[in-house]
């Protein structure tokens, strides 16, 4: 009688003879936890992440992802360190026009929080995670190499810091008007005895160059640190 063969090799489909796909989700680790906290935030803001959402968008049980990670608080700051790394400009030593790296490297972190705008809100209570420390240290580096003296360093890095901030989060709150808002914005403002006079004739609230006014912000900036005589 001749025995049934067993095969330990891949499945195979029984019409084409092909490997058959799995489907099986692949193995929890904590870059993807990391991965999908970023996807569910990017997709329903920072009140969108809880463990049970999170376990379920990668397919595992929430005790799984206590393997990995302590907490949600732990998850927040993991995925606030990922997505504020720097890998810095193409080359590779600083440039001598040590206004073009600050201006990249500050461009490169709103550009960030613009991208997954739950980091703006995270990040004044969380600034201890490695990438944000790198930052500050790289911005330190980079004003000191200016000339800033010591003593003024501290009020200079967090004057640029509120500007990130604060560029960040108007821009995010913001958002995009309708051309129906804008329109109505501006006729209010035409009205006989409205009293935003300033405001009409120079068209604030439907100034969009928002990349061109954080670059000039910083400009103004940069030019009032307190640097020290060359030589």
């Not at 026009?97 to 613009?114: F, G, K, P, S, Y």
């Not at 006989?192 to 670059?215: K, Q, V």
Request: hydrophobic share 40%; net charge neutral.
């Amino acid at each position: 009688m001749a025995t049934r063969s067993s095969s330990t090799g891949p499945k195979r489909s029984q019409r084409t003879g092909k490997p058959l796909q799995s489907t099986q989700e692949p193995p929890l680790s904590l870059e993807r936890i990391v991965q999908a906290a970023v996807e569910l935030m990017d997709a329903r803001g920072l009140g969108g992440l809880t463990m049970r959402r999170l376990a379920d968008h990668l397919g595992s049980g929430v005790m799984s992802l206590y393997w990995h990670v302590d907490s949600k608080e732990g998850v927040l700051d993991l995925a606030l360190d990922s997505v504020m790394e720097y890998r810095g400009p193409a080359q590779a030593s600083p440039s001598p026009d040590w206004r073009e790296d600050v201006i990249h490297m500050l461009e490169d972190w709103r550009a960030c929080m613009l991208r997954h705008p739950w980091s703006a809100a995270l990040l004044p209570r969380r600034a201890l995670g490695a990438s944000v420390l790198a930052r500050l240290e790289l911005l330190s580096e980079m004003l000191s190499r200016a000339g800033i003296c010591e003593a003024d360093l501290n009020a200079a890095i967090w004057s640029i810091w509120n500007h990130v901030m604060g560029a960040t989060v108007t821009r995010t709150n913001f958002g995009t008007p309708s051309e129906d808002s804008k329109r109505d914005a501006q006729q209010r403002l035409e009205r006989p005895g409205e009293r935003y006079p300033a405001i009409e004739a120079s068209r604030l609230l439907l100034d969009e160059d928002w990349d061109g006014a954080f670059r000039k912000g910083l400009g103004f900036l940069l030019d009032g640190l307190p640097l020290k005589p060359a030589g």
